[in-house]
Nanobody, 124 residues
Framework: QVQLVESGGRLVQAGDSLRLSCAAS????????KAWFRQGPGKERDFVAG????????SYADSVKGRFTISRDNAKNTVYLQMNSLKPEDTAVYYC?????????????????WGQGTQVTVSS
């Protein structure tokens, strides 16, 4: 079992930066690929970024490529999402997810472990 807890979401202005964190417990953190998803109001849950078990490989949605960076610190059992140049359309609840498989999987239903989410609101 994996327990995930996100933090760092808040209200920011367009152009600002924000870093989300996801702390994991319950099992060997480095055994799982990690990903960030987001779900805006009335929208589906979309893949944002994924990172491999060792952190050597990453994958990004086109909408965030070049602005967001996913990273992980296996010694701290934490995965991060650095978000720069934020836009109002980035407003969403951001979720951390984990799976025993490919880090680039983009279907949310392929991830068995989820955090509770953290709200990011970007004002224009």
């Amino acid at each position: 079992q994996v327990q995930l807890v996100e933090s760092g979401g808040r209200l920011v202005q367009a152009g600002d930066s924000l870093r989300l964190s996801c702390a994991a417990s319950g099992t060997t953190f480095s055994s799982y690929a990690k990903a960030w998803f987001r779900q805006g109001p009335g929208k589906e849950r979309d893949f944002v970024a994924g990172i491999s078990r060792t952190g050597s490989s990453t994958s990004y949605a086109d909408s965030v490529k070049g602005r967001f960076t996913i990273s992980r610190d296996n010694a701290k059992n934490t995965v991060y999402l650095q978000m720069n140049s934020l836009k109002p359309e980035d407003t969403a609840v951001y979720y951390c997810a984990a799976r025993d498989g490919s880090f680039s999987e983009r279907r949310w239903d392929r991830y068995p472990y989820w955090g509770q989410g953290t709200q990011v609101t970007v004002s224009s």
